[in-house]
Structure formats: structure tokens, C-alpha cells
């Protein structure tokens, strides 16, 4: 079983920067898609970004491209989300998830559905 542990979240102005992380237990982290997620009070939760098992992939929802980057260190089973020029609607708790499919070498996933394993979230709040 594989547990993800969000943390960076925080209060930020308008403009600010955050660096969430998501640390993962077990062995499976490496071959693993990773994702972030994201969901505002009274909406659906919505795709933010994703990278694949070795980091040479990325994926990114268009209102985070440019602003927003997906990184991950596979040695120590992490994977962060550097977020600049922050804006009041990325206010959200903000989720880390992880694929059970190893090795995937296509798009890396932006759909709920394909991850199997999800954190407890972090707030982000941003002040205008």
C-alpha cells in the first residue's frame, strides 16, 4: 500500500510563490505517475499537473501553464508542485495522487480515475 503525504501549503498574497511537496511510502513510487489535483470549495475537484515515472513527461491544465511546474526526485519519493504568480482562484486543497500502472510512457494522466492513490490534501489560500 502506498501512502502520499502533501505538505507546503499555506496563506500567500496575490503574486506569491509556494512549493508544495508529496512524499510517498513504498517501493512502487518510482514507476509511478504522479499527479496533482486540486479542488475549491463548492467546485469539483480538477486536474492541475502530472509527470510520468522518470520526470521526462509532463502534463499541465491551461490554467496553471506557465505559472506551475511538476517536478519529482525518485531517490528520495517525492514529487513537488512549484507554484509562482499566484493567483486568488488557485485558492484549493490541493492533492498529491499516484498510479498502480508502471512504467507509463504515454501523456501522463489528467483524469481522477486513473490514479489509484490519494493524499490527504494540503489548503493553499490566496489573498487578493
Known amino acids: 500500500q502506498v501512502q502520499l503525504v502533501e505538505s507546503g501549503g499555506g496563506l500567500v498574497q496575490a503574486g506569491g510563490s509556494l512549493r508544495l511537496s508529496c512524499a510517498a511510502s513504498g517501493r512502487t513510487f518510482s514507476s509511478s505517475t504522479m499527479g496533482w489535483f486540486r479542488q475549491a470549495p463548492g467546485k469539483e475537484r480538477e486536474f492541475v499537473a502530472a509527470i510520468s515515472w522518470g520526470g521526462g513527461s509532463t502534463n499541465y491544465a491551461d490554467s496553471v501553464k506557465g505559472r506551475f511546474t511538476i517536478s519529482r526526485d525518485n531517490a528520495k519519493n517525492t514529487v513537488y508542485l512549484r507554484m509562482n504568480s499566484l493567483k486568488p482562484e488557485d485558492t484549493a486543497v490541493y492533492y498529491c495522487?499516484?498510479?498502480?500502472?508502471?512504467?507509463?510512457?504515454?501523456?501522463?494522466?489528467?483524469?481522477?480515475?486513473?490514479?489509484?492513490?490519494w493524499g490527504q490534501g494540503t489548503q493553499v489560500t490566496v489573498s487578493s
Open positions: 495522487a499516484g498510479s498502480k500502472t508502471p512504467y507509463y510512457d504515454g501523456k501522463p494522466y489528467s483524469t481522477q480515475r486513473s490514479y489509484d492513490y
